[in-house]
């Protein structure tokens, strides 16, 4: 099974502000992270990360017909783009949202999802655990 983990703007910056919210952890400790629980399933794994919308449409375009599952935080854009919406639609790959902090506690804005009409599952509030839920849903039900 191969499967994409997309990151959307600033998360290259976990763990140098806001530790309160996103934790103390780094970017760098999540790429470890999905690597070793790439490993552990037996999953093969490529990770993108951009700040740029376009960016993240023309990567979700580019796996269709190459991934068989996507895991995807947009990050700020998650709760804005209708180009990553239709993306996800477009490709029809099994899509997994993950949001590292509980977005339906903090502001209202955050408590909409485009992303999300697209995906099969949301994982949120489960910090940097939650990419390696949303991979092993994947494996289980499509791997
Ligand atoms: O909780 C999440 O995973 C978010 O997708 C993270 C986004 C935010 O815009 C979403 O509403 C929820 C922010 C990404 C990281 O932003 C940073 C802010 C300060 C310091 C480091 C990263």
Request: include cysteine; proline fraction near 3%.
């Amino acid at each position: 099974m191969k499967i994409l983990v997309i990151n959307g703007p600033n998360i290259n910056m976990l763990g140098i502000r806001e530790p309160g919210i996103y934790g103390t952890n780094t970017y760098g400790d999540l790429l470890a992270l999905i690597q070793t629980s790439a490993k552990e399933m037996g999953v093969q794994v490529k990770h993108f990360q951009s700040n740029h919308e376009g960016a993240i449409v023309d990567e979700i375009q580019a796996a269709y017909g190459k991934f068989d599952g996507i895991v995807i935080n947009p990050a700020a854009y998650t709760h804005t783009s209708v180009a990553i919406l239709d993306a996800l639609k477009a490709v029809g790959i099994p899509a997994v949202e993950v949001h590292i902090s509980d977005v339906d506690n903090r502001e209202e804005f955050r408590k909409i999802s485009y992303a999300g009409l697209a995906c099969v599952k949301t994982i949120k509030g489960h910090g940097l655990q939650g990419y390696r839920e949303a991979m092993e849903y994947l494996v289980a039900q499509y791997g």
